[in-house]
């Protein structure tokens, strides 16, 4: 059973358009919510994160949108740039718990 | 947040041998972690691993298969042992802070 789900393997943004990425999680207990991205031959590296007080995190060109109502969560990126092409994965935990569980990833390419 | 070192990269490596994956954190960290990622497929957690106790084996893993030790605060092994063909995958370590931090993984082939 797959409690967290990215349902799209890949996306495909024009330069300097916005990039939406989404994120689906079945469990109500998760409460904390991380974004990674990964590029080739390189461990995940931490984007960004947002705990379930909150509706809305921003970071740059980053920001996480968590919808509890709807067990969804979304990374925007605005601009895209083609640095940002990557593999992206979300993450859950509930608290009181170290173990994450994490999406399959959408591949993400940011065309110049 | 924390820095960690993983190695090797990448092996390939023969069936029925083992590989022994090392990380190593510039901070002293309470709890590391071991994570698979197989082809196609989401990070998975394979144990979770504490300085002075055994490690913490999830459903579907066990100790024979993916030894771990854990000697100090900075460092970890994961041992894959006995390889086989579908042991080929990504293995990362990670660590809990203010950002949960991964290595920069482990390519394994085994052929």
């Known amino acids: 059973d797959q409690q967290v789900k990215q349902n799209s393997p890949s996306l495909s943004v024009q330069e300097g358009r916005i990039s939406i990425l989404n994120c689906d999680y079945t469990n109500s207990m998760f409460d904390y919510f991380l974004w990674y991205k990964k590029y080739p031959a390189e461990g995940p590296t931490f984007l960004i994160s947002i705990s379930s007080i909150k509706d809305k995190n921003e970071d740059g060109r980053f920001t996480v949108f968590l919808n509890k109502s709807a067990k969804h969560l979304s990374l925007h990126i605005v601009p895209s740039q083609p640095g940002d092409s990557a593999v992206y994965f979300c993450?859950?935990?509930?608290?009181?718990?170290?173990?994450?569980?994490f999406g399959t990833g959408t591949r993400l390419k940011v065309l110049a | 947040s924390a820095v960690i070192s993983q190695k090797p990269s990448r092996d390939i490596c023969q069936r029925g041998t083992s590989l022994t994956i090392q990380c190593q954190v510039d901070s002293q960290v309470t709890m590391m972690f071991w994570y698979r990622q197989q082809p196609g497929q989401s990070l998975t957690l394979i144990a979770t691993a504490n300085q002075g106790s055994e490690a913490t084996y999830e459903s579907g893993f066990v100790i024979d298969k993916f030894p771990i030790s854990r000697p100090n605060l900075t460092f970890s092994t994961l041992t894959v042992s006995n390889m086989s063909p579908e042991d080929s995958s990504i293995y990362l370590c990670?660590?809990?802070?203010?950002?949960?931090?991964f290595g920069s993984g482990t390519r394994l082939t085994v052929v």
């Open positions: 990670s660590v809990d802070g203010s950002r949960y931090t």
């Open positions: 993450a859950a935990k509930s608290s009181g718990t170290y173990k994450y569980i």
